[in-house]
């Protein structure tokens, strides 16, 4: 899974046509992306489509569990989707929604609450990964998005750490510019850079950027190759591979890097 796509639950053509950007995952977005007065008909719209469709890694993003969240579940929960991203999460709300479901959960960290206690979030059953919500926390926080992110450097970092220690993804906030492509690839760049899993996206044309930027490259994909190869017919624990040292973290660095091969793949 290297991108996400959010998608307006209440915009019928963005709903139909969000498989076809090729995005890994897809977030049907029911909370920020649908005005109040078309909450209804965004969740009524959605249950439609999602009762005669079927694709993997479908999330849908429901509001406030003690608000429509409780409702959206309870309609959700019997289709064929992956699972919910959770607004706001903490332990408290996490608490709530296990009470509903048992799908998978994509918690969004974008409070300084969520940012302080992101490992009691990620450790709860069927978290599959947590998002980081930058517009959010950075309100939350009172400080001015930057086009450099600064402001989000901590809370950034701090998932990477906790994701790779819980084994799930950590899944980067949004870039928000959609008519900036020269500063989304530095920006996704960074992402992959320091051991995020993935990037979400609020529009489809940033899908092709992401996923080509956490595709493996040639020279990675052959290197592992042969890593693995020498791996398999080396009995010490310690070889060399074109001249650089190889142990078991390079190995294991070479398998991840073949099993992104063979999911994009599938994309």
């Known amino acids: 899974m290297s991108s996400y796509l959010f ?42 489509y999602l009762k005669t469709t079927m694709f993997e890694n479908v999330y849908i993003r429901i509001n406030d569990i003690f608000e429509l969240g409780k409702e959206e579940i309870n309609t959700f929960d019997h289709l064929a989707i992956s699972g919910y991203v959770v607004p706001k999460a903490s332990v408290n709300v996490m608490n709530e929604v296990k009470k509903y479901t048992n799908k998978l959960l994509i918690p969004i960290i974008e409070t300084p609450e969520a940012v302080l206690t992101m490992k009691e979030i990620g450790e709860f059953e069927n978290v599959s990964g947590m998002l980081l919500g930058g517009e959010d926390l950075a309100t939350n926080i009172d400080v001015v998005r930057t086009e450099d992110d600064i402001e989000l450097l901590y809370a950034r970092h701090k998932l990477v750490m906790v994701c790779a220690y819980l084994g799930v993804d950590s899944i980067d906030t949004p870039f928000t510019d959609t008519d900036n492509d020269e500063t989304l690839e530095e920006s996704v760049k960074y992402s992959k850079a320091i051991g995020m899993s993935a990037r979400s996206s609020i529009h489809p044309n940033q899908i092709p950027i992401i996923n080509e930027i956490y595709k493996p490259t040639l020279e990675e994909i052959e290197f592992a190759t042969k890593v693995i190869k020498a791996a398999e017919i080396n009995d010490s624990g310690v070889f060399s591979v074109d001249g650089k040292m190889v142990d078991l973290p390079v190995i294991i660095r070479a398998k991840n890097i073949l099993k992104k091969v063979k999911d994009y793949a599938k994309v």
């Open 7 to 48: 998608v307006p639950g209440n915009n019928p053509g963005m709903v139909q046509s969000a498989q076809v950007f090729g995005a890994s995952g897809i977030i049907y977005d029911l909370e920020d992306a649908v005005s109040i007065k078309d909450k209804d008909s965004a969740r009524d719209l959605l249950k439609e």
